[in-house]
């Protein structure tokens, strides 16, 4: 990976600038031109290297959420996957090594919304959903650290 | 600002800002907003915690982070609050959250998740984490993820939200 592409996954995974041009003050901040920052975004926006460039909300003020699990048989859980993943609401969906093998956030505008959708999850699913919402968070969400090789 | 120009905003970036030299700009015109606006109003979202970071947001496993173990662990409730800050202060641990025991089948309240270059990177980082912070007494497991299905952020505001029966529609970001 490019050194601008690094600079910009160390430097600005948190407060990128709320400005008219954005991109043009974290050049200057890093010594390059605007469209060179502009580029090394898209490079990295087409690699897979980001998701986005945007908010991480606090689920708590953004709206309701809750990290939820599914035991399903092996044979069927990309099936199912894809059926929990038909909903809007559901991000991060992971087959994990356990009973509970496939795991997911649902958030959804409210607390009620969240429980219908949960239902609604159970029933396209086909299995049982397990909800787990955050009790509390004792992490601060800075980005993610990356070691370069 | 309105609630509902809020509400279209949230919507707008919560799957990123259009990758524009003036993204803001780009979506002030998207949503019959100034760039004005859309500035003061991430702006204050961020001062009021709503926003927990703006910037870039990666991949882990296109970065080689290619495992990914969510380590859950059974602590007595008395000492939960003090051992999620020990784990939240290992540099090795990349979310920790308290969540409620769902009994009988699942007994674990504190989760912590690490990525690692390799699985037994990983297991090495927990068991070092492990003997340093005192944690070897509590029950806990490793649950390493296999296949990724589905990775967005989160959908707050959706389709099916009040707003769709107003009449107003979204067209989508997708950076």
């Known amino acids: 990976m490019k050194l601008l592409e690094q600079q910009l996954i160390d430097e600005y995974q948190k407060d990128l600038p709320v400005c008219s041009r954005p991109y043009l003050e974290v050049a200057k901040r890093l010594g390059v031109t605007e469209s060179d920052v502009v580029s090394a975004l898209k490079r990295l926006k087409e690699n897979g290297t980001l998701s986005r460039i945007g908010p991480v909300f606090n689920h708590k003020k953004a709206g ?9 048989p092996e044979a069927v859980l990309a099936e199912v996957a894809e059926r929990v993943n038909a909903f809007e609401g559901v991000n991060h969906n992971y087959a994990r090594e356990h009973k509970f093998n496939l795991w997911f956030v649902v958030t959804a505008p409210d607390q009620d919304q969240l429980q219908a959708s949960l239902k609604a999850i159970e029933l396209s699913g086909g299995y049982k959903v397990m909800s787990l919402p955050m009790v509390k968070s004792h992490f601060i969400d800075l980005g993610f650290k990356v070691k370069w090789q | 600002m309105d609630d509902i120009s809020q509400l279209r905003l949230r919507k707008a970036i919560q799957n990123g800002l259009p990758l524009t030299e003036q993204p803001y700009l780009t979506l002030a015109q998207e949503l019959g907003l100034t760039e004005s606006q859309v500035m003061q109003a991430i702006t204050d979202w961020q ?27 059974d602590i007595p409730e008395d000492k939960v609050n003090n051992v999620g800050e020990l784990l939240s202060s290992c540099d090795a641990v990349t979310l920790c959250y308290q969540r409620p025991r769902q009994l009988p089948e699942w007994n674990y309240n504190l989760f ?7 699985r ?9 984490i492990t003997e340093q912070n005192d944690l070897a007494d509590f029950k806990r ?11 967005c952020g989160g959908q707050y505001v959706q389709a099916s939200h009040e707003l769709a029966s107003k009449g107003l529609t979204f067209k989508e970001q997708s950076l």
Not at chain 2, 120 to 128: D, I, P, Y
Not at chain 2, 141 to 151: E, M, N, P
């Open chain 2, 141 to 151: 497991d490793v649950l390493f993820s296999y296949k990724l299905f589905k990775q």
């Open chain 1, 64 to 72: 309701a959420s809750t990290l939820a699990a599914m035991a399903v």
């Open chain 2, 120 to 128: 037994e990177t990983v297991l090495q980082q927990l068991a070092s």
């Open chain 2, 47 to 73: 001062n009021d915690g709503m926003i927990k970071r703006f910037g870039l947001v990666v991949k882990h496993h296109s970065l080689g982070y290619t495992a990914n173990a969510m380590v859950v662990w």
């Open chain 2, 112 to 118: 912590s998740m690490i990525h690692g270059q390799d």
